[in-house]
C-alpha cells in the first residue's frame, strides 16, 4: 500500500485512535512499553523511511543546544552562523528550521547530516521509546505524518480490542 493511503487510512482512525488512547493509558508501564516496541518493530519490517521523509517533508524537529552543536560541528561552522542560517526559536524555546521541507534533506530523501542530525530526528517516530505512556498524545500527532505510526496505532489496537 502506498504511504499516502496510509495515511489517509490514519486520518479517517482519529476517532477510533483517540478512544483507544483512554485503554492504552490503563495498560502498566512495561506492558505498554513492550507492546509498542512490537508493534514498532513490525511497523519498519514494512515502511522504508527513505521512501517517505514525510517528517523532513512537513515537520521541523525541536533541537536543543548540543543537536546545534553537533550539527554546527558537522557543518564546520560557527553554532551563531547555522542558527542564523537555518533556524528561528520557537514557543517552547527549542531551535526549528526557519522552513520545511528540511535544509538538508536531498531529492532523494537522503539526509545530507545524517550523522549529525538532531535527536528528535534520530528518534521520530518516537515508537520504540521507554515510557511510552508519555508520548501517545505526540505519536497519536504523528499518525498525521508519519505512515509507521499509523502502522504503530492500527498494532496497538488490534493487541488491545
Known amino acids: 500500500m502506498e504511504y499516502g493511503q496510509i495515511l489517509l487510512q490514519g486520518s479517517h482512525k482519529n476517532k477510533a485512535n483517540k478512544k483507544l488512547l483512554g485503554k492504552l493509558r490503563k495498560l502498566k508501564s512495561n506492558r505498554l512499553d513492550r507492546q509498542a516496541q512490537k508493534a514498532h518493530d513490525e511497523a519498519f519490517e514494512e515502511i522504508d523511511c527513505l521512501k517517505c521523509a514525510n517528517c523532513c517533508k512537513t515537520t521541523s524537529p525541536g533541537m536543543k543546544e548540543r543537536d546545534v552543536e553537533r550539527l554546527a560541528k558537522h557543518l564546520r561552522e560557527r553554532p551563531s552562523a547555522v542558527i542564523e542560517a537555518y533556524m528561528v526559536l520557537d514557543s517552547d524555546g527549542d531551535y526549528v ?25 534520530r528518534e521520530y517516530p518516537h515508537t520504540n521509546r521507554k515510557r511510552f505512556h508519555q508520548l501517545l498524545n505526540l505519536t497519536l500527532k504523528n499518525t498525521e505524518i508519519c505512515p509507521a505510526a499509523v502502522k504503530v496505532f492500527d498494532r496497538l489496537g488490534e493487541l488491545n480490542r
Not at 97 to 109: I, Q, R, Y
Open 97 to 121: 528550521f526557519k522552513s520545511a521541507p528540511c535544509p538538508f534533506l536531498g531529492g532523494d530523501n537522503y539526509c545530507s547530516v545524517y550523522e549529525a542530525r538532531p535527536n528528535a530526528c
